[in-house]
C-alpha cells in the first residue's frame, strides 16, 4: 500500500510518501481500506515534525479517516461497511489514515452517518466534529441565541469555519475572529455577523473587561483564550479546544469567581463513544452541504507535507480533504 510514512532515527526526522507492505499494519480486529483522510492542526505537526505529537517510529500520521471494512474479526462492522474514525491515539501512537490500508480497534470506529459521503465526512473531519462538541458544551451550560453574541477564534481555521457554520445555523450571532481581512467575506458567507480582527484579542489584556460574550469558541489559547475570559458576560461560557497561539493560559481568576464564567474543557480524542455518535448525528442534521464544499480543499497524498507546512503558517483557510487514492 502506499503510505505516507515518518521516520526519526540518526538521519533526522523525516515524513515521505512510500510503498509500505501491508504486513506491517499494527494489529486490530478491523483493516478499512481509506478513501479519504485530513490534515488537521495536530496532523500538520506531526508531519513536520514541529509538536512532540508522533510517540512511536516509524508511524503513519492521519488522525481521521474514512473508508470501507475490507475484513473484520468484530461482530460490530463486516466487509463493505462504511467507517470513520476520529482520534483514540490513531497518527500519534497507532498507524493512521494517511495510507491505502489502516488496521485498527472495532471500539475506535463509527458508522459513516447516512447523511455523508466519505469525502464529506471528511471535510468535517476532526477539526468539525470537535466544532460540534464546542457547540454541544455552550448548549449543555445553558447559552442559548437570546443570551448573547458567540466569539469564535481561529475563525478562517478548520475548528472555526465549522464553528461559525453551526452556531449561526442555530441562530446564534456570531463574531469571527481572524488575522486574515481577506477571508471577512469568506467567514460572513458562513454566517458570521460580524469579522474581528484576531489582534483585538491577542495581545496581554485586563483581567475584567467589557462584558460582551454570551459563549466563545476558542481554538487559539494564551493572550486569545484569556481576553475572552476576560470580556464573557456574567454567567457565561467559555469552550477551549485548541493552542494555535499557544498552550499557555496567561489569565486571572476573576472572570470566573466575580462573573461565574465557565471555562469548559473540550477533547474530541477519547470522547466516548455516545458523545461522538451524538455529535457526528447532529453534525449530519445541521451542517449544510453547501457551507461544507466552500471550506474544502482536497490534495493527494503528495502534497500533504507541503500542505501542513502552510497550516501551521495559519495559510490554510477552513479544511484539507486528502483523497489517499493519488
Ligand atoms: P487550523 O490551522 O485550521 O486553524 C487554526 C487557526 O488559528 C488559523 O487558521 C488562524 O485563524 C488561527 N491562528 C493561527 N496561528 C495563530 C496565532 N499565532 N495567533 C492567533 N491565531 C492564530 O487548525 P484547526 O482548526 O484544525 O485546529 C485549531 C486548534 O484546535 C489547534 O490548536 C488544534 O490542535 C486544536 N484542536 C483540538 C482538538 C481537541 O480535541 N481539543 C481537536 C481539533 C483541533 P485566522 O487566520 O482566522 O486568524
Known sequence: MRALLIEKDDQGYRAAVQNVDEANLPAGDVTVEVAYSTINYKDALAITGKGPVVRQFPMVPGIDLAGRVTQSDSPDFKPGDEVILNGFGVGELHWGGLAGKA???????IPLPKAFSARQAMVIGTAGYTAMLCVMALEQHGVTPERGEVLVTGAAGGVGSVAIALLAKRGFTVVASSGRSEEAEYLRTLGAAEVLDRSILSEPGKPLQKERWAGVVDAVGSHTLANACASTRYGGVVTACGLAQGMD???????????????????????????????????ARELDPKLLELVAREISLEEAMAVSGELLQGKVRGRIVVDVTR
Open 103 to 109: 488496521r485498527v480497534k472495532s471500539e475506535w470506529l
Open 249 to 283: 493560559f496567561p489569565a486571572t481568576v476573576a472572570p470566573f469567581i466575580l462573573r461565574g464564567v465557565t471555562l469548559a474543557g473540550i477533547d474530541s480524542v477519547y470522547c466516548p463513544r455516545e458523545k461522538r455518535l451524538q455529535a457526528w448525528d447532529l453534525l
